[in-house]
């Protein structure tokens, strides 16, 4: 196969199970999974890669499916990642394929992404003979929850031997046929914490012969705030939200403790140190000044996650010369955290943007009315497979 017929040859190969893939998808959009509990999942991602004749683990990160194809050759290990479960949202798109289990549904579109890395696994497999090294396709469970699951398949052996890594992401913001890159650092790191500040309850009547804890915590939440205002450097985004606090239940008692619970997310590493020992710096002067005892816990989550630009550039490069170039899109990077971060922190990665917009909606992910456009899945299968192509193939095709 000459390299400008590889081209022509994904689109037939693609047309051929594009309806099988919108059906698994379907089939997954309708009972979806939380967290680690990606049983179903996991067994239909192992009976599809079973009958692509691709060789495959289960059980790898608890419920994540690893499938390999070795092409036989020496050459660098590609390493293609999906993630698969889903929110613990109530479904309300009334879609004949809509939701079966309450408060559950797939709204930031894995359903999507599970079925496109089996598009691209079943072409890759039937592309072996002209491709050189080793595809390992990650499943991945727990994206969506603080343990994450690609922490748990690292920990399990997912990298061995993986030299570079693309993981892919849809867009409803972005239209079907367009592809999309960040340069450099993507989004932010995701840390939570939690502050309980402890006082001493009373009357409401006599606060004298109390240590009130909601004074406290309403005098350390407004202090938090000037941690990314007046000691980060304002070139470097960072955010600090309080996301809940609890405590007291009754209009005339002063409670015992106040809990406050909130992230922290920034894109430089530095300043996830720096903002940590502000934090508690407050919480020793308010305990100081204000008569309280704040118990402070932060866990750390997730990195940035920042593109590779070798991987970034040649990835993009051979999706423009399939679709064109005004096919490609370079977006601004954000602040929302990603797991596949803890992949780049150990190979070379990427993660590609995926056009998803349905025509006539304005969808947006983490949604009960998300409903992206199916036709993501084919250029999904698309991209990927014309990137391991060039990737493990460029002079051989």
Avoid: W
Wanted: some cysteine; overall charge negative; glycine content about 10%.
């Amino acid at each position: 196969m000459h390299k400008n017929e590889i081209g022509s040859h994904i689109e037939e190969a693609v047309e051929a199970i594009e309806a099988k893939l919108i059906d698994i998808r379907r089939d997954i959009h309708a009972y979806p999974e939380t967290g680690f509990d990606v049983v179903r999942t996991s067994a239909l991602v192992a009976d599809s890669l079973k009958q692509a004749g691709i060789p495959y683990q289960t059980a790898i990160g608890r419920t994540g499916v690893v499938g390999t194809i070795d092409t036989g050759r020496p050459g660098p290990t590609l390493l293609l990642r999906a993630d698969m479960d889903a929110l613990p949202i109530h479904e309300q798109t009334g879609l004949e394929f809509a939701s079966n289990i309450d408060g559950k549904m797939h709204a930031c579109g894995h359903d999507l992404h599970t079925s496109t890395l089996i598009g691209a696994g079943i072409l890759l497999e039937g592309l072996k003979p002209h491709l050189v090294g080793t595809i390992k396709l990650m499943f991945q469970p727990a994206e969506e929850t603080s343990e994450s699951g690609a922490r748990a398949m690292i920990e399990d052996g997912v990298l061995d031997g993986v030299d570079m890594a693309i993981g892919f992401h849809n867009h409803p913001d972005e239209e079907v046929g367009s592809f999309s890159y960040v340069s450099g650092i993507v989004n932010g790191s995701s840390d939570e914490f939690s502050i309980v500040v402890r006082g001493r309850s009373g009357h409401a009547a006599r606060p004298h012969m109390a240590n009130d804890p909601i004074v406290a915590a309403a005098t350390l939440i407004l202090q938090l705030q000037t941690i990314v205002s007046r000691e980060v450097d304002p070139m470097h985004p960072a955010v600090l939200t309080i996301g809940g606090i609890e405590g007291g239940k009754t209009e005339n008692i002063i409670p015992d403790a106040i809990r406050i619970i909130g992230t922290v997310r920034t894109q430089h590493r530095e300043n996830r140190d720096l903002i940590e020992n502000a934090i508690r710096r407050q919480c020793e002067g308010v305990s100081t000044s204000m008569n309280v005892n704040c118990e402070f816990n932060m866990v750390r989550g997730v990195p940035s996650l920042i593109n590779d630009d070798a991987l970034t550039a040649r990835t993009m490069k051979a999706i423009a010369a399939h679709f064109g170039s005004q096919s490609v899109e370079q977006r601004p990077a954000s602040l929302g955290a990603e797991d596949f971060a803890l992949v780049g922190e150990k190979v070379p990665a990427f993660q590609l943007g995926i056009g998803a917009r349905t025509p006539g909606r304005d969808d947006k992910l983490h949604n009960s009315d998300y409903q992206p456009d199916e036709r993501s899945i084919r250029n999904g299968v698309i991209a990927l497979t014309l990137a391991a192509c060039d990737i493990l193939a460029a002079d051989r095709i």
